[in-house]
Every structure is written in C-alpha cells, then in structure tokens.
C-alpha cells in the first residue's frame, strides 16, 4: 500500500529524490513520513507532512539537507535529499499515520512501505 522508490548509490555532496505512491486507503487522511534503517542501527524518524501540508521534522542530522513534500492528486510524497554524506546510507521507508503526525512516527505508523536503499559512497 506504500511503494518507495527513487534510491541508488551517489557520491557525497549529491543528491536523491524518493518517491512514495500509497493505494488502498483514503491519501488525504492521512499524514505521511519517512523513517530510515542503516545496518545494525535502530529506525531512525526523519520528517512528517500532514494532509494540510504541516510538517514535522524529527531529525537534526537531516535538518536543511532534506525536504519532505506532498502532492494530492497522485497520492504521493516526496523527499528531496541534497549534500548527501555516508552517514545517510540506509533503507529509507515511508509511512503513514491517520491524521496528523505524531511525537515519533517509526512508533506509531499505520501503514509502511518495503523501503528503497540509499548508499552514498565518501
């Protein structure tokens, strides 16, 4: 019900775009966000956008290097990741919450994706 997609291996200092479609419940009541996995590391809250576009940011690692973003009408949310460093390399999943977004969306999700890895090479 939630397809990532968009990851890939780039250097450091570039940048990706991911992309998740959701199906099967109603897009607009939900919010939606990301979370991240590297190996032998616990989930990791990245960012959060509800349907009114409010977006809660979880991560001071990511913070003014990534941007989540939300499009409707495809039923679909984004994040833009730029000045990517090895320490972003992870399995990246978006997830989705009724309503709004809560204290720790990797606690709480309704609804999450199989993941798109992301490795940036040094």
């Known amino acids: 019900q939630l397809q990532a997609s968009g990851g890939g291996t780039v250097q450091t200092g570039g940048s990706l775009r991911l992309s998740c479609v959701a199906s099967?419940?109603?897009?607009?009541?939900?919010?939606l966000g990301w979370f991240r996995q590297a190996p032998g590391k616990k989930r990791e809250a990245i960012t959060c956008?509800?349907?009114?576009?409010?977006?809660?940011n979880y991560s001071d690692s990511v913070k003014d290097r990534f941007t989540i973003s939300r499009d409707n009408a495809k039923n679909t949310i984004y994040l833009q990741m730029n000045d990517l460093t090895p320490e972003d390399t992870a399995v990246y999943h978006c997830?989705?919450?009724?309503?709004?977004?809560?204290?720790?969306?990797?606690?709480?999700?309704?609804?999450r994706g199989q993941g798109t890895q992301v490795t940036v090479s040094s």
């Open positions: 956008i509800t349907n009114s576009n409010a977006i809660t």
């Open positions: 997830a989705a919450e009724y309503d709004y977004c809560s204290a720790n969306i990797v606690e709480s999700y309704d609804y």
């Open positions: 099967g419940f109603t897009f607009d009541n939900y919010a």
